[in-house]
């Protein structure tokens, strides 16, 4: 349940951030999957987030349990293939952590609008432990 601009009460609590999607890697992995409906190779995939085979491999194992992705393991001129895709189900809950990223973007420009600048908000302030 999202709450509404002015309501108070866990106004910025962000919901919306999924733990599943809220890690750089799997973030990196929707990402590219989105915007390639047809799916895209695994080598691909791994070139295109800078991963490697294993560090992919466990975040499409999340993603996949999480129904987020599937996983297409077939033969392509008597070669080994794997093409990854975006569910349905995964498509919807990325567009719906975009949502909420764009309510944290449009809280933080609201702050720096009317309150000055992030280095303007943090003058005077000391260090904790100092």
Not at 26 to 42: D, E, Y
Not at 79 to 105: H, K, M, N, W
């Amino acid at each position: 349940m999202k709450s509404k601009p002015g309501n108070s009460e866990g106004r910025f609590a962000y919901e919306g951030l999924d733990r599943v999607i809220h890690e750089r890697a799997r973030l990196s992995v929707l990402t590219s999957l989105i915007t390639n409906p047809k799916g895209v190779s695994f080598n691909d995939l791994k070139q295109l987030c800078a991963l490697t085979d294993g560090n992919l491999s466990r975040h499409l194992s999340v993603l996949e349990e999480a129904k987020m992705v599937e996983i297409i393991r077939g033969h392509d001129r008597n070669r080994p293939q794997t093409i990854c895709r975006i569910t349905a189900s995964g498509r919807r809950r990325y567009l719906d952590y975009l949502e909420t990223l764009e309510q944290v973007v449009r809280d933080a420009a609201g702050v720096e609008k009317s309150e000055g600048t992030a280095p303007d908000l943090l003058n005077g302030l000391e260090p904790s432990g100092a």
